[in-house]
């Protein structure tokens, strides 16, 4: 499945867009238009780039906890460090190991939710942005053919972005 995204600066221009690929004969169920009044994001499926930096969070704590443990737990061991001294040597290791997972946890939340929060959601966090702004997407999806078809017509319009994408098959 082709995309081709096109950022008009206000409804008047992504109506009349719309009308126009409307009289070339593109299909209406293959346009949408995405913005205030219409679609939201959301219910257009853009990603949103908090569920994607939860994600990343929840994966990369799933490794990081158990090493920053054992991280920890070594480095105590190693160095012989009385955090507590009535803990005694195992309740210290231990402690010390407690402490590595929490930093694992941390940096989970940090690393990985920044980087599923601005590299994991692709454009979507840019075009989210552009709604927000009170921009308006038209999006018209289909084979190539019919994207070729739009890509002109869209043009005259002057949209600020023009962007075309292929949904890769996995």
């Given amino acids: 499945m082709n995309y081709l995204v096109a950022v008009l600066a206000d409804r008047i221009r992504a109506e009349a867009a719309y009308s126009a690929l409307e009289e070339k004969g593109l299909p209406n ?3 949408s238009i995405v913005g205030a009044g219409y679609q ?13 930096a939860g994600k990343r969070s929840g994966q990369l704590a799933y490794w990081l906890i158990p090493f920053g443990f054992a991280a920890g737990y070594l480095f ?5 460090i009385e955090i507590i001294g009535w803990l005694g040597p195992l309740g210290n290791h231990l402690l010390g190991g407690l402490l590595g997972a929490v ?3 941390l940096g989970a939340l940090f690393v990985g939710g920044a980087v599923g929060w601005t590299v994991g959601s692709g454009d979507a966090l840019v075009y989210r942005n552009r709604i927000n702004s009170g921009k308006y997407l038209i999006v ?8 070729q ?11 600020e972005n023009l962007q075309g994408y292929t949904e890769s098959t996995k």
Wanted: hydrophobic share 40%.
């Fill in 29 to 31: 169920q293959q346009i």
């Fill in 149 to 159: 078809a739009a890509t002109p017509i869209l043009r005259q319009f002057e949209p």
């Fill in 103 to 105: 930093s694992a946890i």
């Fill in 140 to 147: 018209v999806k289909g084979d190539e053919s019919i994207v």
């Fill in 76 to 80: 105590n061991l190693l160095t012989g």
């Fill in 40 to 52: 939201s994001a959301d219910e257009f499926g853009l990603i949103d780039p908090n569920s994607q």
